[in-house]
């Protein structure tokens, strides 16, 4: 199993990022794939979820409204879309999926909110 994270960069406030996370290893599209966060000094924090076919996604209150996960099973991919970006997003951005009981983390690819 391998997830591979892109797309973080260094934005300014107000600012968009789309963030890929790629599978491979397993059948991606039989399983849930979720996108966490992780600060300097803070603890890891779920950001959004997806289900395998995509029907049904679930954000964190932080990030309600400004962030939109979506599945591309046909690209084994599942993209998170942030807009109106905030420092306080300022973290390492990870992909997970739970396999046969296993947890698989990606690298993470890190955003940066700053002016």
């Known amino acids: 199993v391998q997830l591979v994270e892109s797309g973080g960069a260094l934005v300014q406030p107000g600012g968009s990022l789309r963030l890929s996370c790629a599978g491979s290893?397993?059948?991606?599209?039989?399983?849930?794939i979720n996108w966490f966060r992780q600060a300097p000094g803070k603890e890891r924090e779920l950001v959004a979820i997806?289900?395998?076919?995509?029907?049904?996604?679930g954000y964190a209150e932080s990030v309600k409204g400004r962030f939109t996960i979506s599945r591309d099973n046909a690209k084994n991919t599942v993209n998170l879309q942030m807009n109106d970006l905030d420092p306080d997003d300022t973290a390492l951005y990870l992909c997970?999926?739970?396999?046969?009981?296993?947890?698989?983390w990606g690298q993470g690819t890190q955003v940066t909110v700053s002016s």
């Open positions: 997970n999926v739970m396999v046969r009981s296993a947890n698989y």
């Open positions: 290893g397993f059948a991606f599209s039989m399983y849930g």
């Open positions: 997806i289900s395998n076919t995509g029907g049904y996604t």
